[in-house]
């Protein structure tokens, strides 16, 4: 069992987190275009309109970059090529929503971190097997991978909004 589900009366899997609530708020989101007022905290992922968690505000934005973490607050990494062949930057924890279905299922689209000068940041440690945590903090921008990858969003406990930035990415 992930973390926020139960089973109901007849063993089905019901949704107590909010997890999906959140990754479906940014997708309805991304999916509007108004403009309204700020909350107080400048990365809140319920924070209205998309562009708002940019600085200056306001700016044109199609994407609200997040990460999910697992139960010991580990980001979820997911795998993405680019278009130089052998490239061993291939491993993402930044994520955009592209559509959520059955209840709390999610179709990401992993996005390519970005250091300074547009390179790819290499998010792995050197052992090539878990997220290097002060690498996160290089990246600067991001590129849209055309890899996507299919979630059930019951199964990470926590999401964090990071940045809203303009991708490109056609709806």
């Known amino acids: 069992m992930g973390c926020g589900r139960n089973d109901d009366a007849v063993g089905h899997k019901v949704s107590k987190g909010c997890v999906c609530d ?3 708020a940014i997708k309805d989101i991304q999916d ?3 403009d309204e007022g700020c909350g107080p905290c400048p990365t809140n992922c319920f924070l209205e309109p998309l562009g708002g968690l940019v600085s200056p505000a306001r700016m044109q934005a199609d994407t609200r ?3 999910l973490l697992d139960k010991d607050g580990t980001p979820f990494k997911a795998f993405f090529r680019t278009r130089e062949s052998g490239d061993h930057h291939c491993y993402s924890v930044f994520f955009r929503v592209e559509d959520i279905f059955d209840g709390c299922c999610a179709t990401l ?3 390519i971190p970005l250091k300074h000068g547009d390179h790819v940041a290499d998010l ?3 052992c090539g097997t878990d997220v290097d945590l002060s690498t996160i903090c290089k990246v600067v921008n991001w590129e849209a991978s055309t890899s ?3 979630v059930d969003l019951n199964c990470f406990c926590a ?3 990071i940045k809203d930035v303009f991708l490109g990415v056609c709806d």
């Open 109 to 111: 689209r992993v996005l």
């Open 65 to 67: 970059v997040f990460m």
């Open 22 to 24: 959140v990754v479906r």
């Open 32 to 34: 509007q275009n108004v």
């Open 124 to 126: 792995l440690t050197e």
């Open 159 to 161: 999401v964090q909004c």
């Open 148 to 150: 996507c990858i299919t």
